[in-house]
């Protein structure tokens, strides 16, 4: 007999009906449960309205019984002095009133003085709760629950003074309620309850007041089942499940009941038995269930059998042909029927698959030739390429070297290198740094043009630039590394002789920038060195503030010649001893555009024409020529303003001796964010104050273009 499996076809058919069945289910058990959850709620709110009817009957009691006494305590036969008369006058009105077990009068020292049932010997009632609270309020008061000394049968005593002509208390009437009477309405309630349940009201000090069934048994006594009482008591409203104390599971529902006959809260418990409350809803699940599973049955029954006409027999078919599919046989098929149903399409689409699987088969021969060929055509690209091929494992080891790549190396045939390490072939100094370059390889996937000193099997060596890349598999995973080699041997030597080249240029540009300045200082001796100092502290500003060194050398070589449109000045101007008149100021303050206009049309590296032209602006817009404020003052320029006021101040002129240092640190301090930049200020005072700046060490230092 064939095993069933969970694998099999149609036991998962059978899961799959199951898993629809499921939802049914889980639907009928939440019917179920929120019909006893509303089960719950109704015990609850049976209670809750106990509580109000009850309140409603003890107010009812309370008005009637109050309007009757105050009536009472007016009336002359109870005032007089007659006992007899005073009963027989109640005696007539209690019939009236059903709900009193007897009616009476209390004289002032608490003797009874009248009542409607007779009394053999004198009733003392001075020490009742009821007669000393109305003799102390001198108003309506309630007692406690007693048995009657008269009647002897459990009452609650209502009662009111009668005062006398001077307003008095002259004595008491009273009224005592039934107790049977109280339970009336507990009782009626009970009595409408399921079979077995219970009707409990107690204290806030768990004795019980009422208990049904058994009123007699527990009153006056605490409620036997403790947990219950401290809930009820702590909680004042609410459900709980447990057996009672007779064993009987049931749904105790608690309401707290505002008495004003007892001063206070007290609770009401009703306890309904589980099978009760909750019969219906099991009742009404259990046919649920009933008719759930003949259905199930049904449908389990139908899918076995409909399976196996319906599913198996065209799978068996297609598992068939699956079979000699993977044997070899591409010519075979289902010889199922194509047509419009999911098993005919499924059959279809298994011929087609197999015919394609034929197809491909013929195709993949070709490609295999087509893949030869291809292999034969890179293999011979590769070793005809000007550059070296070579290929490694992970490690590094070489697996393949090509022509190119044995003659750079000097290798005469390829098992000389395949096998060996290809940091072999690298300068031992600059093989940490290869490491590193395959490491990053294996992470990015790519090298490019990363020079090398390379080594030749003859011990000679050549400057190299490789580029790699890693090979991964099908998977994506690393499987190798190909690395091509070209000998930059040419290239390096040229660039050499370039960059010779271009150190030769820049000694040129900076013997023209000196003769430059020279010229300037031939034109106004009083001002020789002038341009070397400023340029040495522009200079140490510059590197003081982290400005970058290229643009420090180009300020310095700038400061060398920031005067050169003085050269445009009259010589009697500049060296003129005396005050100058306002048209020669204006001559020498034209002095930046001059040098400006000589050299604008010099294509310098840096911005030369541009600081010269700004040296004289200032931050708050009152310089020249511009009138430039703020940021839009290059900072090169804001740097030799700086440097070109100290110096100027501390040195001589024709028409001044000099003032000195002291003299030019208090200008730029006293003008610092207003006339100059406040951090290039700042960094001249460290510089000159703390870091022992000297202008004849630093100009004498000479050029450095860097």
């Given at each position: ?584 100021i204006a001559i020498i303050q034209a002095h930046p555009q001059f040098g400006y206009a000589l050299l604008k049309t010099v294509d310098f590296p840096w911005p030369v024409a541009d600081i010269v032209l700004q040296h004289h602006e200032r931050m708050d817009g009152s310089g020249y020529p511009q009138g430039l404020s703020g940021e839009d003052i290059l900072l090169e320029a804001r740097i030799l303003a700086v440097a070109d006021v100290v110096e100027a101040m501390a040195s001589h002129r024709p028409y001044r001796p000099a003032l000195g240092m002291d003299k030019a640190l208090e200008e730029i301090s006293r003008n610092r964010g207003t006339l100059y930049d406040a951090e290039v200020v700042d960094a001249c005072l460290r510089l000159l104050l703390h870091k022992g700046f ?13």
């Amino acid at each position: 007999m064939r095993r069933i499996s969970l694998s099999d076809l149609r036991v998962r058919l059978l899961l799959l009906v199951l898993t629809a069945v499921l939802p049914a289910l889980g639907l009928f058990l939440y019917t179920a449960q929120d019909q006893r959850r509303l089960a719950v709620a109704d015990v609850l709110s049976d209670t809750e309205r106990l509580a109000e009817l009850v309140a409603l009957q003890e107010q009812e009691l309370i008005d009637t019984t109050r309007q009757l006494l105050v009536t009472l305590a007016q009336v002359p036969e109870l005032r007089g002095g007659d006992p007899a008369e005073c009963s027989e006058f109640l005696a007539d009105l209690l019939p009236r009133y059903r709900r009193y077990l007897n009616l009476g009068v209390i004289d002032a020292h608490g003797d009874v003085f009248c009542s409607v049932l007779p009394h053999e010997s004198p009733v003392y009632a001075g020490d009742r709760p009821y007669f000393q609270r109305a003799v102390q309020t001198r108003d309506f008061a309630i007692g406690d629950y007693q048995i009657g000394r008269i009647t002897q049968a459990p009452s609650l005593n209502f009662a009111y003074p009668v005062l006398g002509s001077q307003g008095e208390v002259a004595g008491v009437v009273f009224a005592a309620v039934d107790f049977e009477w109280l339970r009336q309405v507990e009782a009626d309630v009970h009595s409408r309850l399921p079979e077995g349940s219970t009707l409990t009201k107690i204290r806030p000090d768990s004795t019980v007041l009422i208990q049904y069934p058994e009123p007699n048994e527990w009153a006056a006594r605490p409620l036997p089942d403790a947990f219950l009482a401290e809930k009820v008591i702590n909680e004042g409203r609410g459900v709980i499940s447990q057996p009672g104390v007779d064993g009987v599971p049931r749904i105790y529902a608690f309401a707290t009941l505002n008495s004003s006959l007892h001063a206070g809260d007290v609770f009401v418990i009703i306890g309904v038995p589980e099978d009760a409350a909750f019969g219906q809803a099991n009742r009404r699940l259990a046919l649920n269930l009933i008719g759930l599973g003949l259905a199930g049955g049904l449908t389990f029954s139908a899918a076995w059998l409909g399976g196996d006409v319906f599913v198996l027999r065209h799978v068996r078919a297609l598992v068939n042909t699956a079979e000699q599919v993977a044997a070899g046989d591409l010519s075979t098929r289902t010889g199922l029927p194509h047509g419009d149903t999911e098993h005919e399409q499924l059959a279809l689409a298994f011929d087609r698959m197999v015919e394609a699987l034929q197809q491909r088969k013929v195709e993949a021969k070709r490609a295999d030739e087509a893949l030869r060929e291809s292999e034969e055509m890179y293999r011979t690209l590769v070793e005809a390429s000007p550059s070296g091929v070579t290929v490694t494992d992970l490690d590094g080891i070489i697996t393949y070297a090509s022509p190119r790549t044995l003659a750079l190396h000097r290798f005469a045939q390829a098992h000389e290198l395949v096998g060996r390490s290809a940091l072999d072939l690298i300068l031992p100094e600059e093989r940490e740094r290869a490491k590193l370059n395959l490491q990053k390889t294996l992470k990015e996937g790519i090298l490019r043009n990363v020079e090398y000193t390379l080594l030749r099997n003859d011990d000679t060596f050549f400057a190299g630039e490789l580029s790699a890349a890693l090979i991964r598999d099908a998977s994506g995973q690393p499987q190798a590394y190909v690395a091509i080699t070209r000998d930059i041997t040419a290239r390096k030597e040229a660039e050499a002789e370039l960059e010779r080249s271009v150190d030769k240029l820049q000694k040129t540009m900076v013997d023209i920038i000196h003769t430059m300045a020279g010229v300037v200082e031939v034109r106004d001796p009083y001002t020789a060195g002038h341009q070397r100092k400023v340029a040495a502290l522009a200079r140490a500003i510059a590197e003081e503030v982290h400005l970058p060194s290229h643009r420090a050398a180009g300020l310095h070589m700038t400061a060398l010649i920031h005067d050169i449109g003085k050269i445009h000045v009259p010589a009697e101007i500049l060296t003129k001893p005396g005050r100058l008149t306002g048209p020669e100021i204006a001559i020498i303050q034209a002095h930046p555009q001059f040098g400006y206009a000589l050299l604008k049309t010099v294509d310098f590296p840096w911005p030369v024409a541009d600081i010269v032209l700004q040296h004289h602006e200032r931050m708050d817009g009152s310089g020249y020529p511009q009138g430039l404020s703020g940021e839009d003052i290059l900072l090169e320029a804001r740097i030799l303003a700086v440097a070109d006021v100290v110096e100027a101040m501390a040195s001589h002129r024709p028409y001044r001796p000099a003032l000195g240092m002291d003299k030019a640190l208090e200008e730029i301090s006293r003008n610092r964010g207003t006339l100059y930049d406040a951090e290039v200020v700042d960094a001249c005072l460290r510089l000159l104050l703390h870091k022992g700046f000297q202008f004849e060490q630093a100009a004498d230092e000479g050029v450095r273009p860097d």
